[in-house]
């Protein structure tokens, strides 16, 4: 099956997903919410984390959605990817539960800093090929939205060899603000994951939210403060797509207002 044809039919099942969905009272919340009995995806976590609009749910929207998941912005930006951007894209979305998008574009933004340049698809989809899908033992901090996995975790037929893991001494941020390569690799990952998270909410303003968007700001006066000190490199990092979110959406009511 083509990629696009693959990607096709996870849109489907998560229309289909969606189509289950029943209205119920509920007397704790003393409002009426949806009910649904899905067979593909977490439709509860994919709601939450994607604040997906329920009563307006299309095709074209689950569309979108796969589209986020695999680690594009929009459905057209996959349609126009190269082909291994494609196959990459397909691989993210088999392996979630080893490495969700967000992590992965860390990873690879690391890697391409340490290197000094920046890399093409083919070598993208060959560092994920070797490092995490033919490579157990990977476990994402992310949700894996699929209610199964229908594809094995591991291909049985190849014969990689396992590779030996070097332990890593965790760096240390000790003192504020971030600086030099460091601070440059927060301020691309805040522009990542901004970027991510405004497609998610689909603002009324998007470009004005934009303009309104400092990433260095953010990473200099927002995200960490001299009470958090010291704080884990990699753990700070993942506060950038924990908290980012609600930095974004306050942005957006600030562009209705």
Do not use: C
Not at 145 to 174: A, F, G
Request: net charge negative; aromatic share 12%.
């Amino acid at each position: 099956m083509k990629t696009i044809e693959y990607f096709k039919l996870q849109a489907k099942n998560l229309y289909k997903d969606f189509k289950t969905q029943k209205p119920h009272f509920d007397a704790d919340y003393g409002h009426e919410l949806y009910q649904y009995t899905p067979k593909y995806f977490d439709l509860d976590a994919l709601s939450l984390d994607f604040d997906i609009d329920e009563d307006n749910f299309t095709l074209m929207k689950a569309q979108h959605y796969i589209a986020n998941l695999a680690g594009f912005t929009k459905w057209t930006e996959m349609l126009d990817a190269s082909s291994s951007a494609l196959k990459l894209s397909e691989l993210l979305f088999r392996n979630m539960h080893k490495i969700s998008v967000i992590e992965w574009d860390i990873y690879i933004s690391a890697q391409q800093r340490e290197n000094g340049f920046v890399f093409d698809d083919d070598l993208k989809l060959d560092i994920f090929e070797q490092v995490f899908h033919q490579v157990d033992g990977h476990q994402s901090d992310g949700h894996d939205y699929r209610l199964t996995q229908s594809e094995k975790v591991s291909d049985k037929n190849q014969n990689s060899k396992p590779k030996k893991k070097m332990k890593k001494t965790p760096i240390q941020i000790s003192a504020l603000p971030i600086v030099g390569d460091e601070r440059l690799e927060f301020i691309k990952t805040a522009n990542v994951v901004f970027e991510k998270v405004l497609s998610r909410i689909e603002p009324k303003y998007p470009d004005l939210v934009r303009k309104l968007w400092d990433a260095e700001n953010y990473i200099d006066e927002t995200l960490l403060k001299p009470e958090m000190l010291p704080i884990d490199h990699d753990y700070a990092l993942s506060l950038i797509d924990a908290f980012l979110v609600h930095h974004v959406i306050e942005l957006a009511v600030e562009t209705d207002e």
